[in-house]
Nanobody, 126 residues
Framework: QVQLVESGGGLVQAGGSLRLSCAAS????????MGWFRQAPGKERVFVAA????????SYVDSVKGRFTISRDNAKNTVFLQMNSLKSEDTAVYYC???????????????????WGQGTQVTVSS
């Protein structure tokens, strides 16, 4: 198993930046594909970004392309989400997710992930 703990959320003005971190503990971090999802008030949790085990490939929802960057440091057991040019519609609880496997694919569906963090709140004021 792997335990995930997100950090880095907070209150920021529109146009600002935040960097989310997700620290993993437990089994080998490099064995997990990683993803970020978010849930806005009153809405379902949705995909934001994902990265393969080797960082060879990434995927983003269209609404964050060019503004958000997902990356990982396997030596530090951490995945990051750099968020720039934040908008009020980015306000949500952001969740880190992990999927154990031997492939090097990127996953974008919630049901494909085995492990989840507790979430970190991001609030963007306009």
């Amino acid at each position: 198993q792997v335990q995930l703990v997100e950090s880095g959320g907070g209150l920021v003005q529109a146009g600002g930046s935040l960097r989310l971190s997700c620290a993993a503990s437990g089994r080998s971090f490099s064995a997990y594909a990683m993803g970020w999802f978010r849930q806005a008030p009153g809405k379902e949790r949705v995909f934001v970004a994902a990265i393969t085990r080797s960082s060879g490939s990434t995927s983003y929802v269209d609404s964050v392309k060019g503004r958000f960057t997902i990356s990982r440091d396997n030596a530090k057991n951490t995945v990051f989400l750099q968020m720039n040019s934040l908008k009020s519609e980015d306000t949500a609880v952001y969740y880190c997710a992990a999927r154990y496997g031997r492939d090097d694919l990127v996953y974008t569906l919630e049901v494909q992930y085995n492990y989840w963090g507790q979430g970190t709140q991001v609030t963007v004021s306009s």
